[in-house]
C-alpha cells in the first residue's frame, strides 16, 4: 500500500506570492495533519482535518489555511509569503482524529527568496 | 502549558554501543501519549514508538524502548545495540487534546564505526 504522498517535492518561491502544497493520506485513513518544520527545529502544528472538517488550528496566521476534499486528500494553502515561511512542511495521517499513530509523508520543502 | 524538553543537541556513540536519548515533558492532563520518531537527512518522520500515559509496562518496539518514568516526567529512548543506519535526529513528541502533537527540538544521533 502506498503512504502518504505530498506535492511538490521542492518549491522556490518569492516573498508575497502564494502557494499551495498538496497531501494524499494513506488508504483509509481520514484524518489529515499539517506541520511546519524551520531547518534546526522540531515540528510545529499548523492544522489538522478530520472528515473534511477542520479540528484544529495551531498558532498561525490567517495566511495559512487548509482544506479536506472527500477522498480525504488535502491542500495547505499560505499567502503572502514572508521569507520566515521557509521550512519543510510535512503532513501527516492517521485513522481517526483520537488515533495515536501519524504517519508522515516526504515532505514538501518551500523556500522563499 | 505543555512542552518538551530535549537536552542534548548531538551525541556520538560508537557502533554497537546502547544508547539513551533524553525526554522531559510538561503537562498537567491526566490522559496524554508520548512518541519518538526518526528523522534521516530525507526528511521524512518515521514513527519508532509510543507510550500512553496509563500504560503500566514500558514501550518496546525491537531494538527500541521507552524508558517512562511518570513521576519524573521522563521518556527517555534506549537504542540497544546501535548500528550505522540508526544516524539520524531523534524527536520525543507528546500527543496534545486529540489531534495536536508537542515536539521537542530534536537530537543529533551519529554513529560513529
Known amino acids: 500500500d502506498a503512504g502518504v504522498t505530498q506535492s511538490p517535492t521542492h518549491l522556490i518561491k518569492t516573498r508575497g506570492q502564494q502557494v499551495t502544497l498538496r497531501c494524499s493520506p494513506i488508504s483509509g485513513h481520514k484524518s489529515v495533519s499539517w506541520y511546519q518544520q524551520v531547518l534546526g527545529q522540531g515540528p510545529q502544528f499548523i492544522f489538522q482535518?478530520?472528515?473534511?472538517?477542520?479540528?484544529g488550528r495551531g498558532n498561525f496566521p490567517d495566511r495559512f489555511s487548509a482544506r479536506q476534499f472527500p477522498n480525504y486528500s488535502s491542500e495547505l494553502n499560505v499567502n503572502a509569503l514572508l521569507l520566515g515561511d521557509s521550512a519543510l512542511y510535512l503532513c501527516?495521517?492517521?485513522?481517526?482524529?483520537?488515533?495515536?499513530?501519524?504517519?508522515f509523508g516526504p515532505g514538501t520543502r518551500l523556500t522563499v527568496t | 502549558a505543555q512542552k518538551i524538553t530535549q537536552t542534548q543537541p548531538g551525541m556520538f556513540v560508537q557502533e554497537k554501543e546502547a544508547v539513551t536519548l533524553d525526554c522531559t515533558y510538561d503537562?498537567?492532563?491526566?490522559?496524554?501519549?508520548l512518541f519518538w520518531y526518526k528523522q534521516p537527512s530525507s526528511g521524512e518522520m518515521i514513527f519508532l514508538i509510543y507510550?500512553?500515559?496509563?500504560d503500566q509496562q514500558n514501550a518496546t518496539e525491537g531494538r527500541y524502548s521507552l524508558n517512562f518514568q511518570k513521576a519524573r516526567k521522563s521518556a527517555n529512548l534506549v537504542i540497544s545495540a546501535s548500528q550505522l543506519g540508526d544516524s539520524a535526529m531523534y524527536f520525543c513528541a507528546m500527543r496534545w487534546s486529540n489531534y495536536q502533537l508537542i515536539w521537542g527540538a530534536g537530537t543529533k544521533l551519529i554513529i560513529k564505526p
Open positions: 501527516a495521517s492517521s485513522g481517526t482524529t483520537g488515533s495515536y499513530e501519524q504517519y
Open positions: 503537562t498537567s492532563d491526566p490522559s496524554y501519549g
Open positions: 507510550q500512553g500515559s496509563y
Open positions: 482535518y478530520y472528515e473534511k472538517e477542520e479540528r
